[in-house]
């Protein structure tokens, strides 16, 4: 089976702390996304990575940053954390081609 | 830009009583289709998805979906909801056009399964 391993399950940060969200998978996909869920929004994309130093912006890609340097893992960066960037944020990894998205059980980040 | 509608925000359905629940995409050419479920505390699982071929295409859980390209729709149903089926789900599709590379969830419905 795919696994979509994230770091934290639950997370608490002050405000204008760097906050680093890993994301590891373990088949080898070649694309990756974070996302961030709130209620009544649904997921937003914030980035995503075709592959290997590769990214791009999603919708929401404002305070944020990500890294790929290795194929398996996905950082979201958080350059200086703000009390609205509290939420729950849900990383996902495919295949290239006609595949589905799988999930890891997502980080919930509280910023006080 | 891509979109995905999900029109109802919470749903309440009564065990054994069948459930539809909508989803509608705007986009010009036949994108890939997905439904989700997530359970709470849990990670998105998928539950059926559509690339090509039948339109009506058959899940897990005993769920099924619709695609109905005239409608720009692709609705999920079950014929007899259980109550282990409470949970919020999500529609999404997948835009591959050119240098446009995008996974787009609609805002999500809530189930809740009255005994």
């Known amino acids: 089976d795919v696994k979509v391993t994230q770091s934290s399950r639950y997370l608490v940060k002050r405000t204008g702390e760097k906050v680093f969200l890993e994301c590891v998978q373990d088949?080898?996909?070649?694309?990756m996304f974070w996302y961030r869920q709130d209620p009544g929004l649904g997921l937003r994309l914030i980035y995503f990575?075709?592959?290997?130093?590769?990214?791009e912006k999603g919708d929401i890609p404002e305070g944020y940053s990500v890294s790929r340097e290795k194929k398996e893992r996905f950082s979201l960066i958080l350059e200086s954390a703000s009390t609205n960037q509290t939420s729950m944020y849900l990383c996902?990894?495919?295949?290239?081609?006609?595949?589905?998205?799988?999930f890891g059980q997502g980080t919930r980040l509280t910023v006080v | 830009a891509q979109s995905v509608t999900q029109p109802d925000i919470h749903i309440t359905v009564s065990e054994g009583a069948s459930l539809e629940l909508r989803c509608n995409y705007s986009?010009?050419?036949?994108?890939?289709l997905f439904w989700y479920v997530q359970s709470p505390g849990q990670g998105l699982q998928l539950l059926l998805k559509?690339?090509?071929?039948?339109?009506l295409v058959q899940g897990i859980k005993g769920f099924e979906a619709e695609f109905k390209r005239s409608q720009s729709s692709f609705n999920l149903r079950k014929p007899s909801v259980h109550w282990s089926d409470a949970a919020e789900y999500f529609c999404?599709?997948?835009?591959?056009?050119?240098?446009?590379?995008?996974?787009?969830f609609g805002s999500g419905t809530q189930l809740t399964v009255l005994p």
């Open positions: 990575s075709y592959d290997v130093k590769m990214k």
């Open positions: 999404a599709v997948w835009i591959s056009s050119g240098s446009a590379r995008q996974l787009t």
């Open positions: 088949m080898d996909h070649e694309n």
């Open positions: 996902a990894s495919r295949q290239q081609g006609n595949t589905e998205a799988f």
């Open positions: 559509y690339f090509s071929g039948d339109t």
């Open positions: 986009y010009g050419a036949t994108p890939y």
